[in-house]
């Protein structure tokens, strides 16, 4: 019972960090609209931006490292599977926050998956390397 609850208390931080950490970055990193070679509607969204979450991520992680140095879940099997399943979860609770609020606006809520399951696989990363068991 207190691997479930570890489980559930480090994937609320994780998605919950990563939702509420990434609202000023919506505004500021918003898609670029332009015209393709045929005249049609683009969004441009550059892979540097993907990259950035990247790092935050693990600067996050890092910090996350000073406040709880210990990890929550008990055995590698689940911390693995945090690793695979938190930043396919943060991506899709970004995708879905971002199809609601940015659809009105008529722009793609993909790029908001790609940040979101960067950062939160950057972090993960980051605190399953350096945590101490």
């Given at each position: 019972?207190?691997?479930i609850?570890?489980?559930?208390?480090?994937?609320?931080?994780?998605?919950?960090?990563?939702?509420?950490?990434?609202?000023?970055?919506?505004?500021?990193?918003?898609?670029?609209?332009?015209?393709?070679?045929?005249?049609?509607?683009?969004?441009?969204?550059?892979?540097?931006?993907?990259?950035?979450?990247?790092?935050?991520?693990?600067?996050?992680?890092?910090?996350?490292?000073?406040?709880?140095?210990?990890?929550?879940?008990?055995?590698?099997?689940?911390?693995?599977?945090?690793?695979?399943?938190?930043?396919?979860v943060?991506?899709?609770?970004?995708?879905?926050?971002?199809?609601?609020?940015?659809?009105?606006?008529?722009?793609?809520?993909w790029?908001?998956?790609?940040?979101?399951?960067?950062?939160?696989?950057?972090?993960?990363?980051?605190?399953?390397?350096?945590?101490?068991?």
């Amino acid at each position: 019972m207190e691997e479930i609850a570890a489980l559930l208390i480090q994937f609320v931080l994780e998605v919950g960090l990563q939702i509420f950490g990434s609202i000023g970055f919506d505004y500021a990193t918003e898609s670029r609209r332009g015209r393709g070679r045929n005249g049609e509607t683009r969004d441009h969204d550059g892979y540097g931006w993907l990259f950035v979450f990247a790092v935050l991520g693990g600067v996050c992680g890092g910090l996350s490292l000073i406040f709880a140095p210990k990890l929550l879940l008990p055995n590698a099997g689940l911390r693995v599977t945090n690793l695979i399943v938190a930043p396919l979860v943060a991506g899709g609770l970004s995708y879905l926050v971002a199809a609601f609020v940015w659809a009105a606006r008529g722009q793609s809520p993909w790029h908001h998956f790609w940040r979101g399951f960067w950062f939160a696989l950057a972090f993960g990363l980051v605190r399953f390397a350096y945590a101490g068991r």
